[in-house]
């Protein structure tokens, strides 16, 4: 009853205080790509500003166990511009890293983006950059001053957390929403594992709740 009076609340707000976040009117689909690597569910809930950097650490365990690295060709962004919280710019980094779950440690590549609203933002490589097992695709807000362009976000938690964010890039806080556990950050990245066949994440995910 508690946690069901706590959705009312925030349904009505549209707002999780602290976080960052609004609660969009209606969701809306995110269309997936062969050969993307997604932990999102692929419907969005969810805006997000929170954060100076936000990112997904990617553990190629979770899609293609015992694969020991992969060859990311593009890492994509989805974000969403709401009137009632406009951008104060559309610029941002694309940064691409590696680490682990406790953060990002060396940065592969950096590359000055323009968000688009929503609509698939993509950071090419070439060539492709190699990583190992864990890696973080992330967005670096610092041209911003509020932590703007806001990012898109499923309403899915996850058994691990996958998605968090970051003012200092020293503590990476989860990004919770709803429930004890992390919903996902609608950032992707496109690998080259060669002619890989797998189940569409949907179905991957609810594995792992």
Known sequence: MKYSLFFVVLLASGMVSGAGSFLLESPVIVEGTDYV??????TAHWLSWGGLYRGVWFDLDDFVPYQPGCYVHYTEFWFYHHASYPWDTTSFYAELWSGDASGPVDQFDQT???????????????PDIATGVDFWGL??????????PALLGDNSPNATDHSFYSDDFILWEPWIVIGGTASDYFV???ENFGALERESWGSIKGLFR
């Open 139 to 148: 967005v670096n807000t610092s041209m911003s001053s509020g932590g703007w």
């Open 188 to 190: 992707r990245v496109s």
């Open 112 to 126: 000055s983006m323009v968000a688009t609203h929503y609509a698939p933002v993509h950071a090419y490589y070439s």
């Open 37 to 42: 690597l997604q932990y999102d569910d692929g």
